[in-house]
């Protein structure tokens, strides 16, 4: 069976449109400092066409600002790459130039790295001879792999939340980003929808298995009291919507099965496949029987 595409420029697009000001202030402070943050306005996608490789590009993000004490306009336009290649420097100069072409602004570029592979990225891209250099052409750069997410977690700052997904861990460090990405959550405070927002980027990119998931919430039941409580209602919040989005699942196979019952068939059996689910992550049978609404008895004969 093939993984479903991950879109990840819609992905980051997102993101980075919801926390504009807060990624240029993590990683760009300079930058954050000049850029007037009251004057921001997000311009409609760009489509360019390479006439010599056959292809189209549209630009992730395009930001219109303003200089503090300035009057005139700016961009700051973001591209996102999650693959290697080795004519990126390139693409990026034909981006600007064509920007440029069209808006007549100065403009800042930056270019987001976030492939699972750590590599050396260049960050400027040149024309020149013996005797002259005709272009040297510069952009900011952000490549995730290569950072320390230990390094993030102490920033109040819902980017680094939905980023240490993408940083710098091992295979043996996954449940401890995860538990510190929950941490991040509970301190930030952040309206449902923004909150479900970092939640959904980081699990599309750390997805822990059941194993995983119940060493978690152990290492969570032995947080300091009032912490671990908060956490603990978060992983519980979600793991409800997981129920609910497993239960409407279940009732759409019903109806497309043709089923008699098909509605009341599909809630049942949705209900069975989250239990079995919350069984292999650890969660009590109480838990289980509070969320769900099956009786314990039932979830009991699952558990064997």
């Known amino acids: 069976m093939t993984k479903p595409r991950i879109d990840h420029d819609r992905l980051f697009k997102e993101l980075l449109s919801t926390f504009f000001e807060e990624f240029l202030l993590l990683f760009f402070p300079d930058v954050y400092e000049h850029i007037d943050v009251r004057h921001l306005s997000f311009l409609s996608e760009e489509l360019f066409t390479d006439v010599t490789a056959g292809e189209k590009h549209r630009v992730d993000l395009l930001v219109e600002t303003k200089m503090k ?9 973001v591209e996102h790459q999650s693959y290697a290649q080795q004519t990126f420097p390139e693409r990026m100069f034909l981006y600007f130039s064509r920007l440029f072409q069209k808006y007549r602004r100065r403009i800042v570029p930056i270019a987001i790295f976030s492939y699972d592979e750590s590599r050396d990225e260049p960050s ?8 002259l250099t005709v272009l040297d052409f510069r952009y900011l750069t952000v490549e995730l792999r290569k950072l320390p997410w230990r390094a993030y977690i102490r920033h109040d700052n819902p980017v680094a939340a939905a980023l240490i997904s993408k940083m710098g861990y091992n295979k043996e ?8 990405f ?9 309206d449902e929808a923004k ?3 970092l939640f959904g980027f980081f699990e599309t990119y750390l997805l822990l298995s059941a194993e995983e998931e119940a060493k978690l919430r152990n290492e969570v039941s032995q947080m300091e009291t009032k912490e671990a409580k908060q956490v603990m209602e978060l992983i519980i919040s979600y793991e409800q919507r997981g129920m609910e989005k497993g239960i409407e699942k279940g009732i759409e196979q019903g109806i497309k099965q043709g089923m008699k019952q098909g509605r009341q068939q599909g809630i049942e059996e949705g209900k069975l496949e989250v239990v079995k689910r919350m069984l292999a992550k ?10 769900t ?9 699952l558990k064997k």
């Open 124 to 131: 400027s891209w040149r024309i020149q001879f013996p005797f």
């Open 195 to 197: 909150q479900r927002l």
């Open 182 to 190: 929950l941490r991040m959550l509970v301190r930030l405070e952040l």
């Open 282 to 291: 650890g969660y009590d049978v109480d838990t289980i029987h509070e969320l």
């Open 69 to 77: 004490g300035e009057e005139g306009l700016i961009i700051v336009h």
């Open 293 to 301: 609404g099956l009786p314990a008895e039932k979830i009991e004969q």
């Open 173 to 180: 460090e996954k449940v401890e980003v995860k538990k510190e």
